[in-house]
Structure formats: structure tokens, C-alpha cells
């Protein structure tokens, strides 16, 4: 692997930035105001344990390989995950006027700069997030992203999740609105995304999205057969970009 320059966010841009509020009315007439805003320092670990929580336990690819169970895995992934905060390109979506002093998180993506250099085999520390990266690298084989778009660097993303108490308010799709925002801001003319459930695929979609490469789970149950991948509802993962 090459040696890069460290990447950092522009010093014009400011930081810690609310990109947008707004208003959602649930089924039982509660109405929530929310923003979406960069994640603080101050939140980081408090990210990592929503993510922990929700993302892990619910994202349809991670439940198929055990992921959750698998604590080297998830030791793995905190170490990634917590590297990419650095780059402070991360976004909360937080409740607005909060009666409670303590920032409640509804919503997190965690996003971060990324460039051809690091295309490289990462230290695969646990069968779950060797399964992981294997079925990502294949993913990603399927196009040539940076021959296609001839660029070298773009926006993204670790996964997008919701606290169970806020789905169905249209939150992941606020928050990739606000990716986009947040790309346009940086500089970086592309966002990529991999696409593992649909609730993502939809968000992704509503906001103007386009499919380089789709695969459904059964296709890579034949490409991997030595690993679970039969996902209930038969949910495609689908690779994007804007």
C-alpha cells in the first residue's frame, strides 16, 4: 500500500455543522423536531455504542454472518469505525429541544473520505469480518468505480442506522440528504454506498442514487457457499452512487 497524506476536513468548513431540522409526526400523533447535524467529539463513544446497538444487531449481512456473537469481529470494526470519526464527516441525527440535558441519538451514518491508496487488505482480525470484507472487495470488483467516474477519492460510508423508536419517520433518508450536502461541501464530486437492507436501498434512492452493481444474497451464497448468506425476504445488496 502506498503512503497517503492524512485527510483532513477543511478548516473553513465549520465544525461541528447543523445541516438541516425537521418536523416528523408518528403513528400516535407524537410530533418529533430533529436535526442532523456532524457528530461532536464529545459523542464519538456514545456513536460507536448506538451503532453497536442497532447497526450490528439489526443490518441484514451482519446478522447472516454472526457478527454480533463474534467479538473480534466486533473489536475489529470499533477500530475502523473509531478511525473514520477522525475524519469528521460523520453524521447524528439528534432531537431537537430535548427536555433532557444529555444529547439523545436517533440516527447516525458514519461517513468518511476515502481514497484509491487505501484500497488494501485490511487486518481481517475475526471470521466475521474476514467474511465481511471478502464479500465487500467482491462488491466492489464488479465495477471500477475510479475508471469510471476518473476520479481518485470520493465520500463513504460505514452504515446508516435508526433507534427502533424512530423508523418510518423518513430519518435515513435525512441523513443521506445531508451526505450529500456534506459531499458537495467537501470538495468530493461522488459518494459511494453499499447497500445491504432495504431501508437503505430506499433512502439511497429517494435521494438520487443510481445502481453501479446489484447481486442478490442468493448469487453470493453461490460465490461464497462456505458462508450463511440467505437473508429473509430476499433483500438485495446493491452497490451506489450518485
Known sequence: MMDSPRWCRPSDLHYPK???????????GTTYEFQIQDLPENLFSKCL???????????PLFNCLG???????????????????FDKCTLICTL??????????????ILYYHHKVHDCDDDCNGKSYRALFDIVTYMEKQDNRYERFCIDDYLDEFGVSVHPKYRGL??????????????EALGLKYSFSLCTGIASQK????????????????????VFPHLNVH?????EQTKKSI
Open 231 to 235: 437473508v429473509k425476504d430476499n433483500y
Open 203 to 222: 433512502a439511497c434512492e429517494k435521494m438520487g442514487y443510481k445502481d453501479l452493481v446489484e447481486v442478490k444474497y442468493e448469487t453470493l451464497q453461490e
Open 49 to 59: 455504542d448506538f451503532m453497536v446497538k442497532y447497526f450490528i444487531a439489526d443490518e
Open 96 to 109: 431537537k429541544n430535548c427536555d433532557s440535558n444529555e444529547t439523545e441519538i436517533v440516527g447516525a451514518y
Open 18 to 28: 447543523v445541516w438541516s431540522q425537521f418536523t416528523r409526526t408518528n403513528s400516535d
Open 170 to 183: 423518513g430519518i435515513a433518508t435525512e441523513l443521506v440528504k445531508a451526505r450529500n450536502l456534506l459531499g
Open 67 to 85: 457478527f454480533a456473537a463474534d467479538s473480534t469481529s466486533v473489536t475489529n470494526l470499533l477500530s475502523c469505525w473509531r478511525k473514520a470519526l
